[in-house]
Structures are given as structure tokens and as C-alpha cells.
């Protein structure tokens, strides 16, 4: 009994030990390497290996996504892959006896250069996720580290053009502690690669050029290399001109429309102050999102300057108008020479309709016609006088049956005027009629005041309307010459 059950214990132990994996040679080879890698490997220090050496470190890039550009702080932010490669002499195997072609191994088992962004302006840490990811090495000793990182980046940003702007910002890389004696830097290519950037809503990526340069600090006496990375962007204006551009030359447009109301309607200076306040706004707002800097002020800032000029020119002028134009109400006559510049040279030159007689034809009309007037009722009094005066003679007839006249006694009245004769006569039928004729007199003059008055308001009517329509021609002719210099210096950045 006890043979059968040994038997069946040495029957279960055989298939047990045979279900068990067998370590297979990789793995002890990966082992053997690593400990034949590091052991008494120091990665603090850099492998320089022989005296007078130096390592050299092959430095590229990948362009992953421009992430934001604040213009008014001035920094860039992007989204960027960093490739690194060197040589360690102390990492380096045959692979005859180690069926290895290569060695994945954590971030802070080898060397890795101390690659800084000079120019960071990240608040707490320059290259978010750099300790995370792991190192390649390769037989020869040649060490490859590639991880993707967020960067931020201090931009001098130049807004003369905006918002048809090109921002060039830089990118320099190079090692903090170690001097080009000891740690040579080389890009690994003229430019940055753009292969799998990401599509950006404002910025355009036009290139990303890298550039060795070698530098000497007044701290040092050796020489520091870096590698420098312009990254060249162009801005998409058809935001800024739809939102910010047309709405402005729009709102100055309709400033024109001032010179266009007549002045009895009482709202010219409104519309200008209105147009004013909507340029002051449109100002705001881009000078909110601008740098306060000035030495490269904005063109636009400056069009925007130059509308609210004209905009202020042209209310003083509606200003103006409008005591041209209620100025006949003080009774004010007009001077010669205006009448002769305005009212017959630049009225026929701006298309003003002015009519065909003016006020000194129609003066020297009425006078005309009132002393044409005057001998006429003279000669009707003095006929209608003599003409009663002879009804009124008594007459005897003579002995051959013929009328005699009395004779005229010497006239009393020393004043023959007709106005004179009609009171010193005694019938009331004259006297109505000197009567009726001073009424008639008095409702003449009063009528030839009132067309006075009425040519007078009507001529500094004319004159508001004339210089109306000069204020109109030179405020379109200015609006459209500062739109054009503007728009294309803009469109020259």
C-alpha cells in the first residue's frame, strides 16, 4: 500500500514540475546586461572618457500644436516633442555576447544632458514631464531620449501690423551647467519637424529654422553653444476684420450722413457724437488686447485715431453749419464777398442749387419798382385834385350866352406836393383816399421788410448748404485716403 501511494505522489510531483515555464534566455540575457551596464555606473556624472573630451549632443524638435500666443503678456505656449541623442562610452556591449539590440531603461538610471529653455516663463516647472518617460540605448553606447512636453516661452511680440501681423518667436535650448568644453550641442536638423502639427483657429506655422550659435558670458570665459528655434507664425485676419476692421470703417461711413441732414431735423451733432463714441469703443477694444507699448503702436490703432479726428472735424463743422444757417435770424446781412465765393463760384462747383436771381437783383428790383410807384400815385392824386378843384369853380355866363370864369385868386398853399394839397382840402372823399394811401404805403413797407428778411435767411440758408456739401466732399475724400494708407500698410506686413 505504501509503494502505491508513493507512486502516485512521484506521478503528481512529474506533472507539476512539467507544467512549471522555463526562464527563457532573454531575459537573463537582459538581466546580464543591465548589470553588466550599470554596475558602478554613475549617471550623475557626464562620460567624458577620454582627457580633453567632450560629448556631443544631437538636439531636435517636433512641433506638435502652437497652443496660444497672449499678445499682451508676451508669451508663447506650444505643445513641442524634444529628441535627444549622445554617446556614452560607458553604456556600449557586443552583441555577439548579449542578444540585445537595444535597452530601454528608466529616466534616472543614465546621464541625460540639462537641456533648459532660457527663456522659459513657466511659473513652476520649465518642462512638465520630463522625468517621466524612458531612454533608449543602442550597443554602440549611443543614447536616444525623446519625450513631449508643454513650453512657455517669452515673446517679444511686434503689433505695427495687426491684425495682418507676422510674430517671430525664439526658442533657445542649451545646457545650464556644462560649458561647450565639456558639452557640445548640434541640431539635429535645419528645421523643426511639421509633420504632425495640429490645425490652430488664429495662427498659421510658416517655418521653424534652427540655428547653432556659441556665445561667451561675461561670468564664463568658456564658450556656451545653444540651438535656436524661430518659429515664424502668421496670423488669420479675417476675424479681426470682420469684428473689428469693417465695423470701424462702417461707423465712419455713416458719420458722412451728418452733412446730409438738414439742420432743421436737430439731430447733426448727435449723430457725429454718437460715430465718435463708437470709434472711442472700437479703440477699447483693441487696445485691450494689445501690449501697452509705445514704440510699436498698431496701425489700426492709428486709423482708428485718425477716424476719431475726422469725426471730431466733422462735428465741429456741423457745428459751425448750423450758426451759419440760424444766423439770418439776427438779421445779419450777408457780405458781398461771401455771396460772390460761395453762393456763385462753389455752389455751381459742388452741384448746390442756388436759383437764378440773387438778393442784390432783387434789392435793386423792389427799389425800382417803388419810385416807379410813387409818381404814379402822385399823378393820380394831382389829376383827381384838379379834376374836383374845376367841378367845384362856380361859373356865370356872359351877356352872348358864354360862361366866364372867375379869376384864380393867388394860391395860400406854399407846398404843392399832392400829399399837402389832399389835407388842406376839405373834402372827405380825399381825405379817405390819403388815408387809404398811407395804409397802403405802410403794408408795402412792412411787406418789403418781411421779403428782406426772408432773401437774408434764405441766402445764409444757402451759404449752411454750401459748406454742407464742402464738408461732405473733403470728410469722404480724407475717410477714403487714410482707409486706403492704412489698409495697405497693414497688408504690406
Known sequence: MDYILKGIFVLFSYAS?????VVTSTNSVTDSLYSHLFTNYKEKLIPV???GGKVDVFFGTALRQMMNLNEKDQTLT??????LKWSDCRLSWNTSQYNNTHLVVPYDTVWTPDITLYDSSAEEEMMPGKTDYRATIYPSGTVYYNFPTVLQSACLVNVLYFPMDTQTCTLKFGSWSHSGAELDLYPSTDQADLTNLVFHNEWDVVSMKAQRNVLYYQCCPDPYPDITFSLEIKRKPLFY???ILFPCILTASVAALGFVLPPESGEKVSLEVTVLLSLAVFLLMVTEQ??????????????FASSMILVSFSCAMTV???????RGATGNKLPNWMRKLFLKRLAWILFVKTGKATSNKVHSEKNDTKKQEEPNQNNFINKTFKMDSEDATPRN???NGSIVSPPRLPSLITNTSSRDILLRSSDPMLTLMSEQCDTLKKIEGHM???ESEEQTNNEWYLLAKVLDRLCLFIYIFMTFLTSVIFLAKMAGS
Do not use: E, K
Open 17 to 21: 514540475l512539467s507544467s512549471v515555464p
Open 49 to 51: 572618457c577620454t582627457p
Open 78 to 83: 506650444i505643445n513641442i516633442w524634444l529628441r
Open 241 to 243: 476684420i470682420m469684428s
Open 290 to 303: 494689445l501690449p501697452a507699448s509705445s514704440v510699436n503702436f498698431p496701425y489700426v490703432g492709428m486709423y
Open 320 to 326: 459751425l453749419v448750423l450758426n451759419i444757417h440760424f
Open 397 to 399: 355866363p356872359t351877356s
Open 448 to 450: 418789403q421788410q418781411d
